[in-house]
């Protein structure tokens, strides 16, 4: 027991000796790392000059301006039905052409309604002539009567015959027009200007009145209309400028938002505001002589409601969670205040303490920090070569399974996804000027 006991005291005291040794071992190789050099790739790395690129502040006119989602709405929609029963002869027109109201469209076969209208002429003919006898014999009767030669009822009831001839005659005038009216109907025509369809019967088919799909669709899509909501709180300032008559700019553009489609006014707002979304219905039309936009079409949709005169601004990539990295003349950054206001395109309105024709950085935003030293990279320097390329990003030079995530990305998915390549082609700079001298500042990575 004594031994044991001794051996345990033994195996102790070496343990105790081990950890000692092996945490002063450790602490000074954490001396020597901290004793690195800042810009040769050690723990204060960061400190190093970082390779930025600025945009300018400036005060301009900025629009302002609301995205929505909208769909194109036809002018006027029109299917083409066959208004008597019969079988289709002709054919005169081409599907998706253009078409003028009253233009010709098909025929159905005139004859069994040419027979109809040839009987109704001849009972009108006959009922005219038995109303003109009448009349004769109406008119002897009176000459008669004024010598006392005939009774006066046989006056009158010859008179009585030729009101109801009258009215026979009326009624066979009637039917003949009408028969007139059918056979018109076998002539089909455009009831409106527009742009034709898919056909939906042919020649041979027999067309009646009921048929659901009827012959053929007309659009009219010269002008055409866009539907999209706003929320209603843009109402005080939509209400007035369309009371007053003044235009409501809007622009049309494809899912992407890269290409615009067109650019009209709004023409109508709906007379009810949607309860459950707490937004109303804005009608917008647009002339469309090119013939680009369809009916159904998805659109996006940027309404024009003002423009901010001689207001500050600065390039939208330079905003941080409502500051920016103005850039001093020392070479320092300085992490500034603004407040945000609308953007219009690649600018936003900003209020603050901004110089106008300052610098702020756009490029390298996630690398900086209050006060530290930059170099602003120009775009004719080899060193700016990739930041340059970042700046004219192409989403064709990605990979295909890249190129599809980047076209589902919502816009501020999309910023912050070109943002993160111009940072690393900013980084990657140095790399791609291997010519020129590697300093310190030149070779520090973030």
Known sequence: MRWGLLLGLLLLVA????????WQQRSGDQSAEASRPAGRGGRFAGAAVQPVSVGQVRRENLRVRVSAIGTMNARATAAVRAKVAGELTELHFKEGDDVQAGALLARIDPRSYQATLGQA??????????????????KRYQELQQQNSIASQQVDTQAALVRQMEGTVAASRAARDAAQLQLSYTRITAPISGRLGLRQADRGNVVAPGDAAGIVTITQVRPIDAVFSVPEALLPQITPRLAAKEPLPVELWD??????????????????????????RVKAAFPNQDGALFPNQFVNVTLELDTLENTLTVPATALQNGHVYLVKDDG???????????????RVSVQGELPVGAQVVTDGLDRLRDGAKVKVIEATTAAAAPVARAR??????????????FAKMSPEERRAFVAARRAKAAADAPAAGASAPRTPASTARP
């Open 15 to 22: 343990l105790v000796v081990g950890g000692g040794w092996w």
């Open 255 to 280: 899912r992407e938002m890269r290409r615009r489609l067109a650019t009209g006014a709004v023409s109508a707002l709906d007379n009810a505001i949607d309860s459950s979304t707490g937004s109303i």
């Open 332 to 346: 320092t950054v300085v992490w500034t205040t603004v407040r945000v206001g609308p953007q219009d395109g690649g």
């Open 121 to 138: 002429e001849g009972s009108l003919k006959r009922d005219e002539a038995l109303l003109a006898n009448a009349r004769i014999d109406l």
């Open 392 to 405: 004219r990003f192409d989403p064709a030079t990605l990979p295909a399974a890249e190129r599809e995530k």
